[in-house]
């Protein structure tokens, strides 16, 4: 069965700062990867895909099948990118996701 | 467009009595979910129905059931609500292999 890890419960970095958010994945197949982003008091949303390799609102993430990873990456992080961060993944022809714990990050001023 | 629409936002139930809760959605998509949000946990599958007529057990079906009415609307029955269904449930639909659309979800207490 697959597995999403996400290692950090809570992050806080500076405003202006460079943020990862770590993901891994464990799945013998060929995977689809997701950033799903929750601010304050509101649904879940979309942040991005790996199959689209886009970035949005500022925030990237790769595809490292060697490593197993799908970590989210900010090279200057904003007060508003204060959320909870979930990965997810989609195992081969699945239409369900597979959510990690979640990673709360903190903006500080 | 609204979306993905889950009823009710707030409920507080005692232990043993039993709820529905609803879910629609108006993307004509075929594939719909719940999810339970658990703090340390992230979000895990109770039900989906990948299309209309069918169900299917998530990684936490025990103590829910699930009916997919049409292909609007997708119930979550708690028969028997214990504290451990405590939670928020989120709603969700997709179609194919795009991602997700959440509702807003419905934060369940159960004392």
């Known amino acids: 069965a697959q597995r999403v890890t996400q290692p950090e419960k809570l992050l806080s970095v500076f405003k202006g700062a460079p943020v990862e958010l770590k993901c891994n994945y464990s799945?013998?197949?060929?995977?689809?990867l997701f950033w799903y982003v929750q601010y304050s008091r509101q649904r879940l949303q979309l942040l991005l895909r790996?199959?689209s390799r886009e970035s949005i609102k500022g925030f990237t993430a790769d595809l490292n099948k060697g490593e197993t990873s799908f970590h989210l990456k900010k090279p200057f992080a904003q007060e508003e990118d204060s959320a909870m961060y979930y990965c997810a993944l989609r195992a081969g022809s699945a239409r369900q996701l597979t959510f990690g714990s979640g990673t709360q990050l903190t903006v500080l001023p | 467009n609204a979306g993905v629409t889950q009823t009710p936002k707030f409920q507080v139930l005692k232990t043993g009595q039993s709820m529905t809760l609803q879910c629609a959605q108006d993307m004509n998509h075929n594939s719909m979910y719940w999810y339970r949000q658990d703090p340390g946990m992230g979000l895990r599958l109770i039900y989906y129905s990948a299309s209309e007529g069918t169900t299917d057990k998530g990684e936490v079906p025990n103590g829910y059931n699930v009916s997919r009415l049409n292909k609007r609307e997708f119930s979550l029955r708690l028969e028997s609500a214990a504290p451990s269904q405590t939670s928020v449930y989120f709603c969700?639909?997709?179609?194919?292999?795009?991602?997700?659309?959440f509702g807003s979800g419905t934060r369940l207490t159960v004392v």
């Open positions: 790996h199959i």
């Open positions: 969700a639909s997709s179609e194919d292999t795009y991602g997700y659309t």
């Open positions: 799945y013998s197949g060929s995977p689809e």
